[in-house]
Structure formats: structure tokens, C-alpha cells
Nanobody, 119 residues
């Protein structure tokens, strides 16, 4: 089992940037695909981005394409989400998740980190 802890959330003005980190415990991090999801108040959880274990393949939700970049450092057991050109509609709690593969079974979720974008 892998345990995940997100960090890097906060308050930012529209047009600004934030980088989220998700640190994983355990020796099997590099075997998992990793995903970022978000949930705004009163809305369903939404897919944001995903990255394969090797970093060869990355995927993005339509609402963040061209603005967000997912990456990982397997040596540091960490996955990142670089968020640029932030919009008020990006305000949500952001969660990272470990998956058996992109689109596969969820293995573990983090506790989430709040991102608030002011207009």
C-alpha cells in the first residue's frame, strides 16, 4: 500500500501559478500511475491529470489542457502538478491518487489540498 500526502495549495490571484506536490511513502511508488483530481463545493470529483509510471504518457482534462503540467520524480517518490494561468473556476480541493495503471484501479488517495483562485 502507498500513502499519499499533498502539499502546495493556497490562495492565488487569477492568472497566477501554483505547484502542487504529492509525496508517497513506500517502495512501490514507481510502479504506480498517478493522477490528480479535484472537487469543488457542490460538484462531483473531476479528473485533472494523470501520468504513467515511466512518465512517458500524460493525460489532461479538457478544462486544464495547456495550463497544467503533471510530472513525477520516482527517485523522490513525488508527483507534481504545475498550474499556470489559474482561473477562479480552478478553485477546488485537489487530490492525488495512485492507480494500478492510467485508467485502472485506484490504490490510494491523498487527503487533499485546497486551492483558491481569487478574481
Amino acid at each position: 500500500q502507498v500513502q499519499l500526502v499533498e502539499s502546495g495549495g493556497g490562495l492565488v490571484q487569477a492568472g497566477g501559478s501554483l505547484r502542487l506536490s504529492c509525496a508517497a511513502s513506500g517502495r512501490t511508488f514507481s510502479s504506480y500511475a498517478m493522477g490528480w483530481f479535484r472537487q469543488a463545493p457542490g460538484k462531483e470529483r473531476e479528473f485533472v491529470a494523470a501520468i504513467s509510471w515511466s512518465s512517458v504518457n500524460t493525460y489532461y482534462g479538457d478544462s486544464v489542457k495547456g495550463r497544467f503540467t503533471v510530472s513525477r520524480d520516482n527517485a523522490k517518490n513525488t508527483v507534481y502538478l504545475q498550474m499556470n494561468s489559474l482561473k477562479p473556476e480552478d478553485t477546488a480541493v485537489y487530490y492525488c491518487a495512485a492507480l494500478t495503471r492510467v485508467g485502472g484501479t485506484f490504490v490510494s488517495w491523498g487527503q487533499g489540498t485546497q486551492v483558491t483562485v481569487s478574481s
